[in-house]
């Protein structure tokens, strides 16, 4: 069974461009959630869809945002860069939801410069 | 306070012994609680999930959860160096919104010596 795959694996962006990350999840699994790994901050939870709509959220600004095709794959765009958006961003794949086993991709690398 | 927290570490133990790592959690409501490792990098891979009081084993691994003392721990018996990792500890945390969300442990760095 083939696992989650995320695109593209490392992105160099610099400050006020915005990017869009894609995730396509396990098949079959119709949740993904986003996470911004930092050192500092540990794993943040971004937001999870399920189903195409969005069924969770966390604490980050406005111009994080993403959505979830017919075809469970996800993005999550994020747009006027800055400095502190550098991070490891995550997507994870789930059966029943982001409050259940989850599986993660390998990750896009973000630097803003 | 953290709403997961978890020693930082690193833990180091000999190859062959038992690893303890711990996590504690807030919200004392919670009902699932994960352990995922993370290799340096490499992205998290779930390892175990507990929802009941007790514990829970499978093969080297057992989880352990006390609700009453909100805590939940993470055994690996017969610690190999390839082990040597962080492991994150996630908790499912309701929100004041009402919503849920998974909160993870800044994690604890495991390092096995031969």
């Known amino acids: 069974k083939a696992g989650v795959t995320q695109t593209p694996r490392y992105l160099i962006k610099t400050r006020g461009q915005q990017v869009t990350l894609s995730c396509s999840p396990i098949s079959g699994h119709r949740s993904v959630s986003w996470y911004q790994q930092t050192p500092g901050q540990g794993l943040q939870f971004l937001f999870e869809y399920f189903s195409e709509t969005q069924r969770n959220k966390g604490n980050f600004p406005g111009r994080f945002s993403g959505r979830q095709f017919s075809n469970s794959r996800s993005e999550m765009n994020v747009s006027t860069l800055e400095l502190g958006d550098s991070a490891l961003y995550l997507c994870?794949?789930?059966?029943?939801?982001?409050?259940?086993?989850?599986?993660f991709g390998p990750g896009t690398r973000l630097t803003v410069t | 306070q953290k709403e997961v927290e978890q020693n930082s570490g690193p833990l180091s133990v000999p190859e062959g012994a038992i690893a303890s790592l711990n996590c504690t959690y807030s919200d004392r409501g919670s009902q699932s609680f994960f352990w995922y490792r993370q290799y340096s990098g490499k992205s998290p891979e779930l390892i175990m999930f507990i929802y009941s009081n007790g514990d829970k084993e499978d093969g080297r691994f057992t989880a352990q959860l006390n609700k009453a003392s909100q805590y939940v721990s993470l055994l690996i018996r017969d610690s190999q160096p390839s082990d040597s990792a962080t492991y994150l500890c996630?908790?499912?945390?309701?929100?004041?919104?009402?919503?849920?969300?998974?909160?993870f442990g800044t994690g604890t760095r495991l390092l096995v010596s031969p």
């Open positions: 996630a908790v499912k945390i309701e929100m004041n919104t009402g919503f849920q969300k998974l909160v």
């Open positions: 994870a794949s789930s059966l029943r939801g982001a409050l259940y086993e989850q599986y």
